[in-house]
């Protein structure tokens, strides 16, 4: 179990959220999620998120759940923070929280309610009631409905001193800055939309950022954050444009297209992915010309696994 200060350590820096493989009949396949992990971390990865919405969390029974967590942590052996992804229901949510943390979980995400139109007061209630089930470090998710206000962070920091960062995937600049402005350095300010808007982020004050193209590139994932760090945004454009954004646009073609995606190009490069489950849906054949020809011109076969 990592102490507070040591995740926040991990966080300050490039957190890859591996998928969750699945057999042809959509079965867990947590030998596969075994060797992506050790692939992973033998790629210089050193913090995951285990069953996040990459991982298709929202797809997964309380049970398949504490095996990913399970798995992940057992596969990191010690080797990389593992952070478990909750989300849906709450006491769902606590259980699977208190369970992470029993197996040795460095920290919890806690990802968006199930019911869409919740008051601020009811969200925030339902973010402080995971953070309270645990000892560990944890960071909310804002994305989709779940939006925070300056004035709902400060208060969730507040009642549950281990919330330790912030992780953002609105997109909404305007009011991560102003997130930011009110809480300063009591958290670490986590990117969340993706590999796509690293120099955005880190020139608005981020530290961090998740990764899903970790799952088959851990070493760009690695560049991009190297150079947003040190200042040079046009390097981190340039990585981006040359290496990164024709994935991005093929997930931009259609919803959920963003597990499915990397889920195609880990099957290219002979990582275990198999496909996903409903609600989301498959890659058209088109997508999967482009997403080959991509592959071959970056040469990820011949360097995986």
């Known amino acids: 179990m990592a102490s507070l200060d040591t995740l926040r350590t991990h966080l300050k820096g490039v957190t890859a959220f591996p998928i969750t493989p699945f057999h042809a009949n959509l079965d867990l396949d947590l030998d596969g999620l075994r060797h992506n992990v050790d692939w992973m971390i033998r790629h210089g990865i050193v913090t995951l998120v285990a069953a996040g919405g990459t991982g298709e969390l929202y797809s997964l029974t309380t049970e398949e759940t504490e095996a990913v967590h399970r798995t992940v942590i057992e596969a990191a052996s010690g080797r990389a923070a593992v952070i478990c992804g909750v989300g849906g229901k709450q006491r769902e949510s606590q259980k699977l929280a208190a369970t992470a943390e029993k197996a040795g979980a460095s920290g919890i995400l806690m990802l968006p309610p199930a019911y869409g139109p919740s008051p601020e007061d009811?969200?925030?209630?339902?973010?402080?009631?995971?953070?309270?089930?645990?000892?560990?470090?944890?960071?909310?998710?804002?994305?989709d409905w779940a939006v925070f206000t300056p004035e709902m962070v400060e208060k969730l920091a507040t009642t549950s001193p281990n919330v330790v960062a912030f992780k953002d995937g609105s997109a909404d600049l305007r009011l991560w800055a102003r997130i930011r402005a009110r809480l300063g350095d009591r958290l670490v300010w986590v990117g969340g939309v993706g590999d796509d808007m690293v120099h955005t982020y880190f020139a608005a004050g981020a530290e961090g950022f998740t990764s899903s193209v970790a799952n088959f590139m851990p070493w760009v994932s690695q560049e991009l954050y190297d150079t947003a760090h040190r200042g040079d945004f046009a390097a981190t454009r340039r990585i981006f444009d040359e290496k990164v954004a024709e994935f991005y646009a093929i997930r931009a073609r259609r919803r959920g297209f963003e597990v499915s995606s990397v889920k195609a190009v880990m099957e290219l490069c002979g990582l275990p992915a198999g496909p996903v489950r409903p609600p989301l849906g498959?890659?058209?054949?088109?997508?999967?010309?482009?997403?080959?020809?991509?592959?071959?011109?970056?040469?990820?076969?011949?360097k995986n696994p």
């Open 122 to 143: 009811g969200l925030l209630a339902f973010y402080a009631g995971i953070a309270q089930s645990v000892h560990i470090g944890v960071l909310p998710y804002a994305r």
């Open 282 to 302: 498959a890659l058209g054949s088109e997508e999967h010309a482009i997403i080959a020809s991509v592959v071959a011109r970056l040469g990820l076969g011949a």
